[in-house]
């Protein structure tokens, strides 16, 4: 039998964010949220990244916790310093009253975390896992250039060629997770046609949002903004296809 697990995950607690996964659930679809605890209790500079972004208030991330929604931690000031992990990640237990903090997974600030022996044992006794972006060591020119294809005639193919190899190994270094960022010109069916691809291989897919917007929104034009009708044709996708979808720490239990 065909099947898929697919991972909605959304970075930064940026305010459109909350509207977007209440969108999902009602679609049945399973998400997780990476909060930069700093941006959202306002201790870090409203300057910094994402500097035109509001973010959710700590009521609304406590509301979609008991809504089901996974919270995982992004940093306090979104960068991959240890100590500030280990920051947001308190704070965000404290937020939750989660009584063990390393049973919060982690989302890599801008994606870059290294794998190295160093970094996987500090995951390990602090966190459930660490998600990074698609590519544990950056894109060769060809792939950035097919990648950058993709993008400019939204080609189904090119973006697989692109990212069909960190689905195939998103479960290889764990507890670090591979995901594939959804940006402003990927199109709905690039995004399907590699769920499809997930289906045929049996494979796991997390698929990394930052802002879901109307077209018309000041953000739009925005590289990490996708836009709300292409958002919610995927999910019905999802749902008339009977895609699976898991939240990144259940996808990761899995396959334990």
């Known amino acids: 039998m065909e099947t898929a697990r697919i991972t909605f995950s959304f970075d930064d607690a940026r305010e459109d964010s909350y509207n977007a996964i209440k969108i999902a659930q009602n679609y049945g679809i399973s998400c997780t949220l990476n909060v930069t605890a700093g941006y959202v209790d306002g201790s870090y500079p409203t300057v910094a990244f994402p500097p035109h972004m509001k973010t959710m ?34 704070k965000l237990a404290n937020w939750l009253s989660i009584e063990v903090p390393a049973n919060l997974g982690i989302a890599s600030p801008h994606s870059k975390y290294k794998i190295n022996s160093d970094n996987i044992e500090f995951v390990n006794q602090n966190f459930a896992y660490m998600r990074i972006g698609g590519f544990v060591n950056g894109l060769s020119f060809k792939d950035r250039l097919i990648q950058k294809m993709a993008r400019i005639c939204g080609s189904r193919n090119l973006f697989l060629a692109v990212y069909k190899k960190t689905v195939d190994e998103t479960e290889k270094d764990y507890p670090i997770i591979r995901s594939v960022p959804v940006l402003r010109d990927n199109t709905c069916g690039q ?48 749902k008339n296809h009977g895609i699976v979808t898991v939240t990144t720490k259940d996808g990761i239990n899995s396959f334990k």
């Open 57 to 90: 208030t700590k009521e609304q991330v406590v509301d979609l916790y008991n809504s089901g929604v996974e919270i995982a931690c992004h940093g306090d000031d979104h960068n991959n310093d240890k100590s500030n992990l280990i920051k947001g990640r308190d």
């Open 191 to 238: 995004i399907e046609k590699l769920i499809r691809f997930c289906q045929k291989k049996n494979r796991w897919c997390v698929l990394c949002f930052h802002s879901i917007v109307e077209k018309d929104s000041l953000y739009a034009s925005d590289n990490f903004s996708w836009s709300m009708d292409k958002f919610v044709s995927l999910c019905g996708f999802i």
